[in-house]
């Protein structure tokens, strides 16, 4: 085996210095009573290239674009990803080292992640972004037990327009500890209705996603005035960070914490992950953030350098009174994000996303006049809703033949927007697809 | 002692990314517009995120530059221990980088995506082969994360049963994530000490099962490198007052077709794909924590599970209603599970059985050539990794910090040091299977070279690193006032 550097003779050897017979008299001390009765039952070894063979098919099997039209988002982008940032995460000193407990030796990562940090809290409008949490969903839950802590109440208040995903994920975090979740439904305009607040004292954190789930820029200005004057935080987030190279960033808007995911920012799409956890806030709740955090430093000589901070919130030293659990991060992919904020600069990052809002913007207008109905009147960033006449389904079906996703059916997540279809256009989606696919829907 | 690993070479300076940028610079080719522009209504549009402009080839160097201060497995021997920094294949890479998977989007009927779920229906199977277990899901994130997922399985089992309960049990030597994951569930963690040999005791664990407590979390291998030889008896103890066991399974590399979770009673247990299952650490994740259960927790384990229908078409089903739910908005860290699988199917069985024999070959060789130079807290047979102190060295007033500080100059990433904690100044010695003797030892003679330094000359010890980027950085003063932003 390639990956295996020991002959025969090193392992006799070997053996002779640890005082044991053979491979298998290293595990004696084991009892028999916790020994596999059998060999494991796996497929024979392949060999490197029967292994690509046999990969490239299973690969070739799956549906993507270019060879699909595929207009669906919801929380995973496609993008163009530059041919450097692909190489430059390729390198094995950042792929195959670990996390940064020795700084000396890990400068590389350390100041890669400082600087993720800082190119994301100026996305974000905050103080301070931690190093990685393992994607949006886990970040909004992180978010929400932080307010939790802070305020010391119960119950938080979650848009009906974070993604139902996540909001799922946040249930899975915040019930079986026996907090509580307050839904905010939605408007006819397709913002979050902030009436249910009314009259509430004892929430912890008011939670909007902007642009939301149908797409919808949220008024997040608004939600955090209430949020605030009902003493509680307001957490706004996102699951397509380039709308910030357009948008108010949340932090400006009065969120006191802020979520997202990151895999619009270079990070492939692979099936949903690894994406990236984005989360930061203002800086008078750093010391209640959950997760890492690098920060500067000075050596011996008074050089500058970078370290792993503010450890004393963390797991390994608090145990069960840490700030969280959480341990490995998504180191790799904030580097990756780093990497491609770095390529594009404010001028490309604005630059596209008004490109990615000029395309959804036109293929939105298409529908529209093609006699579609658009049922939420607000403004969007690549992603709007369109209502389809009764049987659309049928019509559906037929267009995944000719490779085309004709969006995502949302009566799953909404069971009254039944032929309601949520549609996303990325700057990787041209023209001539976008009128292909009026043409298929109103034939 | 032949020529030492370590060198010095140049090391150029950096610039932090912001201070590099020239306003009008580019390092992105913009695809042109084929739309008419459609403006947002102006109160919606903010100044744009404060980035630098900078050209490809600032990026390039900007980052090349940044990763020669790093050290990776590829780098050299990385003997941090629990964290198994076995080498990470290359065709690994290659396999989760070919555009099906890597382009393949989650929401897609299922109709699309049939080879992401049959990838993955096919790992479930061989980690369930692997451990014992009967039943897996991919989708916790990172060991932590496969942690939680599998204390909310504990807890859901005993809110079916009406039967809630207050604490759990966690050994003095469980990693810091044990605690914490189980506190999120709200449990309380009741700490047992280590016995005399490194393993637990089955009378401590008697002496502190009640009808209150939801059970044990224990780590086998545990993290001192010893197999927890009671841990079958420990596992009655705690079945018959109610209780499950829980397993950490991150050290799973020392006994792969070797020892069977299931077997021993194990009904919760968690794997780290980035140790055992050689996918690269990425400079702390991302990971992937599958966690594996005995077919009565079954029901619990997170939505979407797989299923095959009998067409033989794979399927997402949310019919589980008395699943924990979800815990990433997706179906795990699929690039990753790519890796694991690419790497089970180039290994086969028996290779991953002689992963495991070598990796505790290795270690076990690295103990007896060192025992006599560093303190060993356990002088046992040991598994993937051993764990040392400074007791030797502290005449000379010389600590764990001052050794693995050394190491660096002599070309090696240091070990985990001061963990676990039951060992005073530990210096946890992971060497992993894919270390040759040849690096082993030259290893070996660096550490007793590192030992006689220690006595002859500390003061080269305690100023250690020398040939880094940067010499030893001042972490108290960088918490004292953080400056996490530029
Ligand atoms: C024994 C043990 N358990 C759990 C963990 C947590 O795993 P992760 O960092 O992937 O969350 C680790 C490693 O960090 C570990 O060594």
Known sequence: MRFLPHTPEQIQLMLMVVGADSLESLFSSIPEECRRLQDMNLPDALSEWALNRYMDALSASLAVSPDYKIFIGAGRYDHYIPATVSALKSRSEFLTAYTPYQPEISQGTLQAIYEYQTLAARLMGVDVVTASHYDGATALSESLLMAIRKTRRKRVAISSLIHPFYRRVLQTYLEPAGFEILDLPFLENGLTDLSLLEGTTDIAAVALQSPNFFGCIEELKTASKKAHEMGALFVAGFTEALAYGLLKSPGSQGADIVFGEGQSLGIPISFGGPGLGMLGCTSEHTRNLPGRLVGKAKDLDGKNGFVLTLATREQHIRREKATSNICSNNSHCALTAAMYMASLGKSGFCNLAKLNHDKAAYLCRQFSDAGFRIPFSSPFFNEFVVEFPKGFETRYQSLLEKKIVAGLPLSTFYSKLANHYLFCVTETVSRKDMDALIQEVKS | ?486
């Open chain 2, 1 to 486: 002692m032949t020529e030492p690993l370590g060198a010095s070479g140049l090391i150029l300076n950096e610039k932090l990314l912001w201070e590099k940028g020239r306003k009008g610079r580019s390092g992105f080719s913009m695809p042109e517009s084929d739309v008419p522009s459609s403006p947002l209504p102006m109160e919606l549009v903010g100044d744009g995120p404060d980035f630098p402009d900078l050209s490809e080839v600032d990026v390039v160097r900007h980052y090349t530059r940044l990763s020669t201060w790093n050290f990776g497995v590829d780098t050299g021997l990385y003997p941090l221990g629990s964290c198994t920094m076995k080498y990470n294949p290359k065709t690994n890479e290659r396999q989760a980088g070919l555009s099906g998977f890597s382009g393949s989007h989650p929401m897609l009927p299922e109709s699309l995506c049939q080879g992401a779920l049959k990838l993955m229906a096919d790992l479930e199977r061989f980690l369930a082969e692997i451990t014992g277990m009967d039943a897996v899901s991919l989708q916790p994130a990172a060991g932590a994360h496969g942690e939680l997922a599998g204390m909310l399985v504990i807890h859901a089992w005993f809110k079916k049963k009406g039967n809630s309960r207050s604490k759990i049990i966690i050994p003095d030597t469980a990693h810091g994530t044990n605690p914490a994951s189980a506190a999120l569930c709200g449990y309380i963690p009741v700490q047992v000490h280590t016995g005399a040999e490194g393993i637990l005791a089955p009378e401590t664990i008697a002496a502190v099962m009640d009808e209150e407590t939801a059970g044990i979390m224990v780590t086998n291998p545990n993290t001192l490198g010893l197999f927890e030889n009671h841990l079958k008896t420990i596992s009655e103890i705690v079945h018959a007052k109610g209780g499950l066991v829980y397993a950490d399974g991150a050290n799973m590399n020392a006994v792969m077709g070797i020892a069977d979770m299931g077997r021993i009673g194990v009904d919760v247990l968690h794997l780290n794909l980035h140790k055992t299952f050689s996918t690269p650490h990425g400079g702390g994740g991302p990971g992937a924590g599958p966690v594996c259960v005995k077919k009565y927790l079954k029901p619990f384990l997170p939505v979407p599970r797989i299923i095959q229908k009998d067409s033989g078409q794979y399927a997402l089903s949310e019919d589980f209603p008395e699943s924990i739910g979800k815990l990433l908005a997706f179906h795990g860290h699929f690039g990753v599970l790519v890796r694991a699988y690419s790497y089970i199917l180039s290994m086969g069985a028996e290779g991953l059985k002689k992963a495991s024999q070598l990796a505790v070959l290795n270690a076990n060789y690295l103990k007896e050539q060192l025992k006599d130079t560093f303190h060993l807290a356990y002088d046992r047979p040991c598994m993937h990794e051993c764990v040392f102190s400074d007791r030797y060295q502290q005449e000379y007033n010389v600590t764990t910090l001052d050794i693995a500080k050394r190491l660096m100059d002599y070309g090696y990433h240091p070990p985990t040091i001061y963990f676990p904690l039951v060992v005073h100044g530990a210096l946890m010695m992971e060497p992993t299977e894919t270390e040759s003797k040849e690096d082993l030892d030259q290893y070996i003679d660096t550490l007793k070279k590192i030992a006689v330094e220690a006595k002859e000359t500390p003061d080269v010890l305690r100023s250690a690193p020398t040939r880094c980027k940067v010499r030893r950085l001042d972490e108290t003063a960088a918490a004292r006032k953080p400056c996490l932003a530029g």
